[in-house]
Nanobody, 125 residues
Framework: EVQLVESGGGLVQAGGSLRLSCAAS????????IGWFRQAPGKEREGVSC????????RYADSVKGRFTISSDNAKNMVYLQMNSLKPEDTAVYYC??????????????????WGQGTQVTVSS
């Protein structure tokens, strides 16, 4: 059974940092890309960043470039999202997702077939 479990969310002041973790199980980790998505109230779910653990390829949304860093620990089947210089507009539920990786990495939601339950990130001004 595929499982993706997010952790690390919380309340932080603007300018602060948080590190999200995604624990993956039930599939071959290095054959998949892992993505982070977020959904704010009243808005569509949007891609934030993704990584292919097999070759280290990454993608970032323009809104988080230079502030967020995605990484993976293949030995532990973990993916992390380090979020720095947080802004109130980063407030959302953050989800990790997995999709089979065949060499092309994308932040398109349609690529990712398995999803976690999400973790809330709230940035106060």
């Amino acid at each position: 059974e595929v499982q993706l479990v997010e952790s690390g969310g919380g309340l932080v002041q603007a300018g602060g940092s948080l590190r999200l973790s995604c624990a993956a199980s039930g599939f071959t980790f290095d054959e998949h890309a892992i993505g982070w998505f977020r959904q704010a109230p009243g808005k569509e779910r949007e891609g934030v960043s993704c990584i292919s653990s097999s070759d280290g390829n990454t993608r970032y949304a323009d809104s988080v470039k230079g502030r967020f860093t995605i990484s993976s620990d293949n030995a532990k089947n973990m993916v992390y999202l380090q979020m720095n210089s947080l802004k109130p507009e980063d407030t959302a539920v953050y989800y990790c997702a997995a999709g089979y990786y065949s060499g092309y990495l994308t932040l398109s939601r349609n690529f990712f077939g398995s999803w976690g339950q999400g973790t809330q990130v709230t940035v106060s001004s």
